[in-house]
């Protein structure tokens, strides 16, 4: 088994979620509870960005130990010199770099060619080398690597990793790849690129068209040991990968992952919450391992099935991500089982008759209420009629 790198760009690219905008505070809160988590990586923000993000990434440098802290630079010398002023006291620093290499963002963004694409990016490299005396470690990204042509991608990342990058980066920066085709493409780099075993294959996937948790766990399969991702899978448009569905996903089917995570898996539950309270980013009740419902049961059948063996319907614990119980709600698909628990629990007792007479009851609201709280019942209890209560 080999260690999976988790590195974690809340910050960063799911601060790029439209209208987040957290304080500094805020920030040194989420990465020490990231750093709680076990995340490895802790991509604290774009140090040039803005002078917020610059202090937020030098409190996070003095203050997270456990976790390498980690600065976005583009490939110019003033985002880097920013980076490292603001990584400098930080236990493990890391300092990400980028640039761009497909044709249609050379052509339109960069005005660059490839040749001084290249370029930049090998003296990038060797800039962050220089600037932190060795002490940064570097990650170089071809930024929508997934429209790069495959030759060009294979002769950056030598020449990055012969300047000494020791994680290589491979961005689907428009959430653009099929999880198939991005599976060959990192075996493809993995298999074709001088002296790849230098260093780490990492990947960064966005969630346009849904696919990024799928992407990121081919690209495990492919070989990535690092994959970035945020927590509830915030970030630019649609998001980026989500960690807590990585995460589960290498936990609960380890027979078909080479790797483990460090990850914490019990702390997942309040990292979302609290990233979504800061962030004001609503999460999905039916949003995979974090949502509401994820640990809910509602008809008949899945309650009566979960209520005598777990494993029935649930493929891992609330208990995994740090939640206490699953939860069973009574609604219209409800049966009578999941209705006698939900008595008991209460401490409501009845005989077998008035239990009848009560499930019939509780029906009849549910076919007309969504949910049925505990007011419900004890109302409909009440109501059984007089001198038929126990
Ligand atoms: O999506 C992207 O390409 C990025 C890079 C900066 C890695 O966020
Ligand atoms: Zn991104």
């Known amino acids: 088994m080999e260690k999976l790198y988790i590195f974690d760009t809340t910050l960063r690219d799911g601060e790029q979620t439209p209208g987040v905008n957290l304080t500094v505070d805020e920030k040194v809160q989420i990465a020490k509870q990231l750093e709680k988590l076990g995340v490895d990586i802790i991509e604290a923000g774009f140090a040039i960005s803005s002078p917020a993000d610059f202090e937020a990434i030098r409190r996070i440098a003095n203050e997270v130990k456990n976790s390498t802290v980690c600065s976005l630079a583009r490939a110019v010398e003033s985002d880097i010199k920013a980076a490292w002023d603001a990584l400098k006291n930080a236990e493990k620093p890391r300092i990400h770099t980028f640039i761009a290499t497909s044709d249609i963002h050379l052509k339109y963004k960069l005005r660059m060619t490839r040749r001084e694409v290249l370029k930049r990016a090998v003296e990038a490299v060797k800039m962050i080398i220089d600037i932190s005396e060795g002490r940064a470690e570097v990650e170089f990204s071809p930024e929508d690597a997934v429209r790069t042509e495959l030759s060009y991608l294979y002769e950056i990342l030598e020449a990055v990793i012969e300047a000494g990058a020791k994680v290589v980066n491979i961005p689907d920066t428009v959430g653009y790849a099929i999880p198939d085709e991005w599976h060959d493409r990192i075996l493809a780099i993995k298999e074709n690129v001088k002296n790849i075993d230098k260093a780490i294959i990492s990947v960064h996937c966005h969630n346009d068209l849904g696919l990024a948790t799928a992407n990121s766990l081919l690209a495990v399969k492919a070989g990535a040991r690092q994959v970035e991702c945020t927590i509830n899978g915030i970030g630019e448009r649609a998001g980026n ?39 004001g980013i609503i999460i999905s009740k039916t949003k995979p391992i974090v949502g509401d419902n994820a640990f809910a049961h509602e008809s008949g059948i899945h309650q009566h099935g979960v209520l005598a063996k777990r494993e029935t319907y649930e493929i891992m614990k609330p208990e995994d991500i740090g939640l206490k119980e699953s939860k069973i709600v009574l609604g219209k698909h409800s049966g009578s089982h999941a209705f006698r628990k939900k008595l008991e629990e209460m401490g409501i007792e009845l005989s077998e008759e008035k239990l009848k007479e009560a499930f019939k009851k509780f029906k009849e609201l549910a076919s007309r209420k969504k949910e049925i709280f505990d007011i419900d019942i004890e109302l409909i209890v009440e109501g059984l009629e007089e001198g038929t209560r126990d």
């Open 241 to 279: 990968a989500a960690m807590e569905e990585i995460v589960m996903a290498i936990k609960v089917r380890k027979d078909q992952f080479p790797v483990y995570t460090d990850i914490d898996t019990t702390q997942i539950y309040r990292t979302s919450q609290l990233v979504s309270r800061l962030t």
